[in-house]
């Protein structure tokens, strides 16, 4: 079983900077994939960056040159810098990892539970 744990969320004012972090724990063998995706009120999911064991980096065009996506493998953590905010970015923002266990070498998806991002004057 991995658990995550996200922070770092909050209010800013548009123009400002969060920093989100997602800890991932538990028998965990090896990670892949550690992503973060975000769903705004009455609209639909979405991935907003990805990056994978291998250091390949995917974002959503709407924040590239905004949002940085880095992980650091000797904490089993995912983080997201996000400068420049909009008050579009404002949603939940959730992590999830692409893992295999100690108890299972098939890579499974586990997620967060969340964290808002609110982005107001």
């Known amino acids: 079983q991995v658990q995550l744990v996200e922070s770092g969320g909050g209010l800013v004012q548009p123009g400002g900077s969060l920093r989100l972090s997602c800890a991932a724990s538990?028998?965990?063998?090896?990670?892949?994939?550690m992503n973060w995706y975000r769903q705004a009120p009455g609209k639909q999911r979405e991935l907003v960056a990805g990056i994978t064991s291998g250091g390949s980096i995917n974002y959503l065009d709407s924040v590239k040159g905004r949002f940085t996506i880095s992980r650091d493998n000797t904490k089993n953590t995912v983080y997201l810098q996000m400068n420049s905010l909009k008050p579009e970015d404002t949603a939940v923002y959730t992590c999830?990892?692409?893992?295999?266990?100690?108890?299972?070498?098939?890579?499974?998806?586990?997620w967060g539970q969340g964290t808002q991002v609110t982005v107001s004057s």
């Open positions: 999830n990892v692409v893992a295999s266990s100690t108890s299972s070498i098939t890579p499974r998806l586990s």
């Open positions: 538990g028998s965990i063998r090896t990670i892949y994939a």
